[in-house]
Nanobody, 121 residues
Framework: HVQLVESGGGSVQVGGSLRLSCVAS????????MGWFRQIPDKEREGVAS???????TYAQPLVGRGSVSRDNAKNTLYLQMSSLRPDDTAIYYC????????????????WGQGTQVTVS
């Protein structure tokens, strides 16, 4: 069983930057696909970025050009660097982990963190 703990959220001004971290325990992350999701009140949770075991990354439209997902397998940690933050980036950000099946990330994601609040104003 994998546990994920996010950190790095907080309040930031419009145009500012944040780096979120997600530390995993219970297994090594190197063979897994990992992702960042966010949930705005009264809206469905949405994926914003993912990175597979080979280091290939994808981004949802809201973070294209403003987000960078990375992983440090030695530290068992996932990161999300966000810049040019806007008020509509305000959300709870979750990291998640799922096995790889071939070159594909298995959906739905299997393990989830508790989330970290990001507030942009």
């Amino acid at each position: 069983h994998v546990q994920l703990v996010e950190s790095g959220g907080g309040s930031v001004q419009v145009g500012g930057s944040l780096r979120l971290s997600c530390v995993a325990s219970g297994d090594t992350i190197s063979r897994y696909c990992m992702g960042w999701f966010r949930q705005i009140p009264d809206k469905e949770r949405e994926g914003v970025a993912s990175i597979n075991s080979a280091g290939g990354s994808t981004y949802a439209q809201p973070l294209v050009g403003r987000g960078s997902v990375s992983r440090d397998n030695a530290k068992n940690t996932l990161y999300l660097q966000m810049s040019s933050l806007r008020p509509d980036d305000t959300a709870i950000y979750y990291c998640a982990l799922t096995p790889m099946e071939g070159s594909t990330c298995v959906r739905p994601y299997k393990f989830w963190g508790q989330g970290t609040q990001v507030t942009v104003s």
